[in-house]
């Protein structure tokens, strides 16, 4: 099998620009692609998690990834899949969410010995003369057709502002620059992202006379047709100080029954022929389905030692084992304590088990919240000092979030 038959086996591919000629390059290992990465927080997330698998597999089958990273792009933001503007932010914030990235990036790609590139697009977007960018490029783009694309009509009816109207030229631009900088011949982005790549391609061919290629990976949505990647609390992080292993393991230990295969296939390297044996796999089959998924990413995210320890973990308490090793802990210092006691709803919030207080509440009032196996029924239940002593307290809600509670 092909590397080009594994990503189509694998329902990676979405669209393409030239699919003879993108996969005779993928095949041979003579594509040099980038995919792009706007700096909107401190940490990549789920929903990168697939660009970051693919520029992985491309890379072992010797192709070369470019990891743009949107130091220029990110003062405007992308309009894709939103309803409102982002916040902007200041180039403070966008230089630190880039070094985050950077350390997160190395975990997947290669770097050394030229074998990928990771570059800034500011290094060319943020000296651009507005006049001179209007004559050279503008001119090549219609408003009219610029319109019909999907990431603007989403945002037509709220109203869209010239600001994020300029960000198809940007990374148009991005594709051009890259183009020349380095050979890229190719890009890759999420499915949404198809409308800003032909308009790459078609710059290129405009002022430059050559063909580049595009392609769209799979957003990864759930059998609901909603974003993966998000929970309660917010985002499923890869940072582990955002998300912990025990929490990230978690979350893909818990993914529904009809999306399990379908994350096996998108999201590990485990050999294809190996899942398409799972697929006839039911009932008590896809929990164990799940536990392969859940250490596969972990592993691959935080390393074989966390993945064990998460698995272990999750293992033990819903068998109804009383180890505790590995299950996620919350210190309190005793300033976080009140007259030797603190409520069950600030140790929730503490915790992350919910959001805010008022979740914390109707959680509590819903009866999904145990101390130490014991039901909270009263919104103002404390818990003693002496109880976060040693060992502390099992902070439950519902069936499968825990955390250790102590005071040091």
């Not at 800034?120 to 004559?135: C, G, H, I, T």
């Not at 979350?251 to 044996?277: G, S």
């Amino acid at each position: 099998m092909t590397l080009w038959e594994e990503l189509k086996a694998r329902g990676l591919i979405a669209q393409v620009t030239n699919e003879e000629e993108i996969s005779k390059m993928v095949n041979e290992g003579k594509a040099t692609f980038y995919i792009g990465f706007d700096p909107t927080a401190d940490s990549l997330h789920v929903g990168h998690f697939m660009a970051l698998c693919l520029m992985k597999r491309l890379q072992m089958g010797g192709n070369r990834p470019i990891a743009l990273l949107g130091g220029g792009t990110g003062m405007i933001g992308d309009p894709s899949g939103r309803t409102d503007m982002r916040q902007m932010m200041t180039k403070e914030t966008i230089q630190h969410n880039i070094d985050c990235f950077k350390k997160q990036m190395e975990r997947f790609i290669d770097f050394s010995d030229g074998k990928a590139l990771m570059v800034n697009n500011a290094d060319w977007l943020m000296s651009l003369n507005y006049v001179e960018l209007l004559r050279e490029v503008g001119a090549h783009f219609s408003v009219n057709r610029m319109l019909t694309a999907e990431c603007y009509k989403q945002r037509m009816e709220r109203g869209l502002s010239f600001l994020e109207f300029n960000y198809m030229i940007m990374q148009s631009y991005d594709f051009y620059m890259l183009f020349q900088k380095y050979g890229c011949n190719m890009q890759f982005g999420g499915d949404d992202q198809w409308s800003n790549m032909l308009g790459g391609t078609e710059l290129i061919r405009r002022k430059l006379g050559k063909d580049a290629h595009a392609m769209t990976i799979t957003l990864l949505l759930n059998s609901e047709g909603k974003k993966m990647g998000k929970t309660q609390s917010g985002a499923v992080w890869l940072d582990p100080a955002k998300t912990s292993p025990f929490d990230f393991y978690q979350y893909w230990r818990n993914v529904d029954d009809a999306d399990v295969l379908k994350c096996i296939k998108l999201l590990t390297f485990l050999p294809i022929e190996e899942i398409q044996k799972m697929e006839s796999w039911e009932g008590s089959q896809l929990n164990q389905a799940k536990e392969i998924l859940a250490y596969e990413l972990t592993k691959l995210v935080h390393g074989e030692e966390e993945a064990n320890k998460a698995q272990e973990g999750a293992r033990a308490l819903f068998s109804g084992g009383a180890n505790t090793a590995n299950m996620p802990t919350t210190e309190l210092t005793a300033e976080d304590l009140t007259v030797g006691e603190i409520d069950v709803i600030t140790l929730l919030v503490k915790t992350g088990l919910v959001p805010t207080r008022s979740e914390g509440r109707r959680a509590i009032e819903g009866g999904g919240v145990y101390v130490d196996g014991d039901r909270i029924t009263d919104i103002k239940q404390t818990v003693a000092a002496d109880a976060l002593q040693g060992d502390g307290v099992i902070l439950k809600r519902g069936k499968k979030k825990f955390n250790r509670v102590f005071v040091k």
